[in-house]
Every structure is written in structure tokens, then in C-alpha cells.
């Protein structure tokens, strides 16, 4: 029984090394967005798993410490961003150990053939509104559930409503609703 255990544990393939996202980011936009000392979170399903920061030249090296979500979604924040905006999904499934991106900075969007703006994780524009900087005074929804919960929703319309009067240039322009992205 024991020797039939050793002899599994001996047949079974060696733990594969810890992964390490390494690349960079670039901008066709200098003017309006800085890629050095750019904070990056890596979050898996909304949560944040992990955290870089880019060099002066937007290079960035984060390792997982332990086990490693089959992917990960990169998002950028910077200070007085109004919010994390979303660059891309990275699949992390490969059998290499270090997986390599380039990241632009911001998230190329593209429109539909209506002219609506797609969304960059689930490449659909039903669910992506424009987002406006409504200041001290948002608008809101007011959403009753059938359960007679009532919760608040900043989209009206087809704007998302940000209430944040302060900002940056690097500040997202868009949201969807379905991945609950800012980009
Ligand atoms: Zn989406």
C-alpha cells in the first residue's frame, strides 16, 4: 500500500515552475498618457490577485507566488484616475512558465458596425455606455427588485454616470455593463 503510494508520488509529473507575466506597455498617445510608474492590477473574476508597477521605460515583471488562475485580466491605475480601466484578458494556460504581452495603453476600441463602441473583454456593444463626469450631483437609476430592495445604478440611459468631479486625462471613457469594465 505504501510503496504503491511512493510510486504514484514518483510518477507524477514534476510541479511546473511559478508563472511570470513579464512585458510592456506603449501608447500611441504620449501626449495624454504616461506608461511609466504605471500601476497594473491583475485581477481573476473581479478580484484582485495581484499588483506591478512599470519602469520608466513601461516595462513590467509580475510572478504569481502561488497557484495561477487559468487567466487574468490586466487593468491600469494611475493617481486621480476616477477608475482602474481595463486593458486585457491574458490567458495563462501555456506550458511555458513566462508569459510575455504588450499592453496598449489605452485599450484599442473598436466600433460596430452601427457605430457603437464595442467592449474590449467581451467584444460586444449592447452593454457599453459612454461615461460622463457628472460631478457633486450624479444621476442615478432607481432600481426596485422584486423583493422590494431598492439599489441605485449610476447608468441612466446610455451614459454611465461617474460622480467624480476631479479626474485625469488618462481617465477611462467607457464601461460595460456585463463585465462591470471601465475602459
Ligand atoms: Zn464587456
Same mark, same amino acid.
Given at each position: 500500500?505504501i510503496y504503491?503510494l511512493?510510486l504514484?508520488?514518483?510518477?507524477l509529473?514534476?510541479?511546473?515552475?511559478?508563472?511570470?507575466?513579464?512585458?510592456n506597455?506603449?501608447?500611441?498617445?504620449?501626449?495624454?498618457y504616461?506608461?511609466?510608474?504605471?500601476?497594473l492590477l491583475l485581477?481573476?473574476?473581479?478580484k484582485?490577485?495581484?499588483?506591478?508597477?512599470?519602469?520608466?521605460?513601461?516595462?513590467?515583471?509580475y510572478s504569481?507566488?502561488?497557484?495561477?488562475?487559468?487567466? %487574468?485580466?490586466?487593468l491600469y491605475s494611475?493617481?486621480?484616475?476616477?477608475?482602474?480601466?481595463?486593458?486585457?484578458?491574458?490567458?495563462l494556460?501555456?506550458a511555458?512558465?513566462?508569459?510575455?504581452?504588450t499592453?496598449?495603453?489605452?485599450?484599442p476600441?473598436?466600433?460596430?458596425?452601427?457605430?457603437?463602441?464595442?467592449c474590449p473583454?467581451?467584444n460586444?456593444s449592447?452593454?457599453?455606455?459612454?461615461?460622463?463626469?457628472s460631478g457633486?450631483?450624479?444621476? %442615478?437609476t432607481?432600481?426596485?427588485?422584486k423583493?422590494?430592495k431598492?439599489?441605485?445604478?449610476?447608468?441612466?440611459?446610455?451614459?454611465?454616470y461617474?460622480g467624480?468631479?476631479?479626474?485625469?486625462?488618462?481617465?477611462?471613457?467607457?464601461?460595460?455593463?456585463r463585465?462591470?469594465i471601465?475602459?
Open positions: 500500500m504503491q511512493l504514484t508520488l514518483l510518477l509529473p514534476a510541479p511546473p515552475g511559478k508563472k511570470v507575466i513579464t512585458g506597455i506603449i501608447t500611441d498617445k504620449p501626449q495624454t504616461s506608461t511609466a510608474a504605471l500601476q485581477k481573476d473574476k473581479g484582485v490577485v495581484g499588483k506591478t508597477v512599470t519602469d520608466n521605460q513601461g516595462n513590467f515583471t504569481f507566488p502561488g497557484s495561477t488562475p487559468p487567466q %487574468v485580466d490586466v494611475s493617481l486621480g484616475i476616477s477608475a482602474n480601466a481595463y486593458l486585457k484578458t491574458v490567458d494556460t501555456a511555458s512558465d513566462t508569459v510575455r504581452i499592453l496598449v495603453l489605452p485599450a476600441v473598436q466600433q460596430d458596425a452601427a457605430g457603437k463602441t464595442l473583454k467581451c460586444k449592447d452593454e457599453t455606455r459612454v461615461i460622463l463626469n457633486i450631483a450624479p444621476k %442615478v432607481k432600481i426596485v427588485e423583493n422590494g431598492v439599489t441605485f445604478s449610476p447608468i441612466v440611459g446610455n451614459i454611465y461617474m467624480s468631479c476631479m479626474g485625469t486625462t488618462m481617465d477611462p471613457g467607457w464601461h460595460c455593463n463585465d462591470n471601465f475602459f
